[in-house]
């Protein structure tokens, strides 16, 4: 009975992480177990800052709003309070948007915050 070697589906992994590996420098892309290790930790960190991401952005437009509230004279935490207060149900990411780009609509949605603690 002949020897079975698994030499397409092994070749085929390895191609695949080669594939993956190609631009990395020295033994990173020519060497297979460093390459393997290097790849996977790749995926590691492309895991964890997919959900990194989402706090980085939340932590963008929350400052974005602090210094555009502050320029009007309502620190953020009494800006969102008002908000709640008032039943305005408006997302980090629009009020970010409002600040930058519609400072007279971001005045409004100022003003409407700081009526119910008037």
Not at 44 to 56: G, L
């Amino acid at each position: 009975m002949s020897r079975v070697t698994c030499t397409p589906k092994r070749l085929a992994r390895k191609r695949r992480l080669m594939k993956v590996a190609k631009g990395y420098f020295g033994s990173r892309s020519k060497q297979y177990k460093v390459m393997k290790e290097t790849v996977h930790r790749g995926w590691v960190y492309a895991f964890q800052h997919r959900r990194r991401r989402k706090r980085d952005f939340r932590r963008l437009w929350i400052l974005r709003i602090n210094a555009a509230s502050r320029a009007r004279g309502v620190p953020y935490s009494r800006l969102i309070a008002g908000l709640n207060a008032a039943g305005i149900e408006l997302n980090r990411k629009s009020l970010a948007e409002l600040a930058i780009h519609d400072a007279a609509a971001f005045d409004q949605v100022v003003d409407a915050a700081r009526a119910p603690n008037a």
